[in-house]
């Protein structure tokens, strides 16, 4: 069965770090193009990182520049979103999506002191 399962959200405090992971059945993530939304209350769902299959190139949103990384272990076939300088506004629903059609059930992040 095709499937993604995210798992290590919680609640951090301002500037915390977590980090992610989305374990992939059914297919392998080398072979895919990976990615993390995430999905605030009263907002739609945005695209925060992705990381796309030959070379590994990673692209990020404007928002997460240098405090977010996204990572690929072909080995485990997981993705993983290290999140550092973590801010209120990080705050939501995050979601691990494969080639746009896949989604996991998504992982709550709550920033807050």
């Known amino acids: 069965q095709v499937q993604l399962a995210e798992s290590g959200g919680g609640l951090v405090q301002p500037g915390g770090s977590l980090r992610l992971s989305c374990a992939a059945s059914g297919f392998t993530v080398s072979s895919a193009v990976m990615s993390w939304y995430r999905q605030a209350p009263g907002k739609e769902r945005e695209l925060v990182a992705l990381?796309?299959?030959?070379?590994?190139?990673?692209n990020y949103a404007d928002s997460v520049k240098g405090r977010f990384t996204i990572s690929r272990d072909n080995a485990k076939n997981a993705v993983y979103l290290q999140m550092n300088s973590l801010k209120p506004e990080d705050t939501a629903v995050y979601y691990c999506?494969?080639?746009?059609?896949?989604w996991g059930q998504g992982t709550q992040v709550t920033v807050s002191s």
């Open positions: 999506n494969r080639d746009v059609w896949l």
């Open positions: 990381i796309t299959t030959a070379g590994s190139s990673t």
